[in-house]
């Protein structure tokens, strides 16, 4: 089935108007939801209760309020608040060049596909190419649902995508943490390069994982709907606070050594006399090539029929 779009916008490129249109890049519809329930089965509604009187208040006799002070609110109608929000408009200004790698990730807040849309073919196409070939990205201001955001419109192989970003204001900036800097010896580091080195990839490939929470909950409900009882796992033990803490050389050797490798399921216990490093590389869990399969795995029959 074709995605559908979200909204006809237009991407202003200097003089240049590129009709086009905007996805959802991102998939919530492949979260497993739950719904409440009473203890006859039946779903439960959320009421709202006052909390001078105990009664339930109806939301469409509710206002909004700013608390000021300690229980002391102004108020502020519809009307009021639709005129502070900023004007939707289809037309998404690009203000500036930086570039590509300029945005710190921890700014991305949801991502967006834009497509273009009827003759909008060769700017679309312009604007993609020159991005890649100069080595930027483009910042735009888009107004949408009362608020205007920034945007960065990067190039990918496939298209442009149209990363919604956070204001300055909505990120806790590191250094509040006061972390401490510790200085660390030139063969510690020297060993840790070489643990990094032997588990370096060239790319992410995000269809080398899969959630195993999601596995187990969806085969929990098909096992639930076939009438079977269901077996909870147990859960797998970070560590002993107790354990014995070696030396870091020794556990960065013993990393190099092969302690990124991973331990089969059925292995024993470590034993107590063992001592447990305080660094460790975890090993990658992987699905098995797409070749290896002898055929896709079936989704749960119940799932599959809420899609």
């Known amino acids: 089935m074709p995605a559908r779009s979200i909204a006809s916008l237009s991407l202003s490129f200097g003089l240049v108007s590129i009709p086009v249109k905007l996805y959802s890049a991102t998939e919530s519809s ?16 959320q009421q709202y ?14 206002k909004k309020g700013y608390e000021f002070e300690k229980d002391k609110f102004v108020v502020f109608s519809a009307d009021e608040l639709k005129a502070l929000e900023d004007a939707a408009s289809h037309v998404v200004e690009i203000v500036a060049f930086i570039p590509e790698k300029a945005v710190d990730p921890v700014y991305y807040e949801k991502a967006y596909y834009i497509a273009p849309d009827k003759r909008g073919g060769k700017p679309y196409s312009l604007l993609q190419q020159a991005l890649a070939e100069s080595g930027r990205c483009a910042l735009a201001k888009w107004a949408a649902k009362g608020k205007t955001r920034i945007v960065q419109v990067r190039p990918e192989a496939d298209g442009l995508v149209f990363q919604q970003l956070l204001y300055a204001d909505e990120v806790r900036p590191l250094k509040e943490f006061n972390i401490e800097h510790v200085q660390v010896s030139d063969a510690e580091l020297k060993l840790a390069l070489q643990i990094i080195e032997q588990g370096a990839e060239d790319n992410y490939d995000p269809t080398a994982y899969e959630d195993e929470e999601k596995k187990r909950i969806l085969a929990a409900i098909d096992e639930k709907i076939e009438g079977k009882q269901v077996v909870t796992n147990e859960p797998v033990e970070a560590g002993s606070g107790g354990a014995e803490v070696i030396d870091l050389m020794e556990a960065l050797r013993a990393s190099l050594k092969g302690g990124a490798k991973a331990k089969p399921a059925s292995a024993p216990r470590r034993k107590s006399a063992e001592p447990v490093t305080e660094m460790a590389v975890a090993p990658k869990t992987r699905k098995p090539a797409a070749r290896a399969l002898k055929a896709p795995a079936e989704e749960p029959a119940k799932v599959r029929a809420r899609k």
């Open 30 to 45: 492949s979260e497993v939801r739950f719904n409440m329930l009473a203890p006859d089965g039946s779903r439960v509604k």
């Open 49 to 62: 209760i006052s909390e001078a009187t105990g009664a339930v208040v109806e939301r469409s006799t509710m």
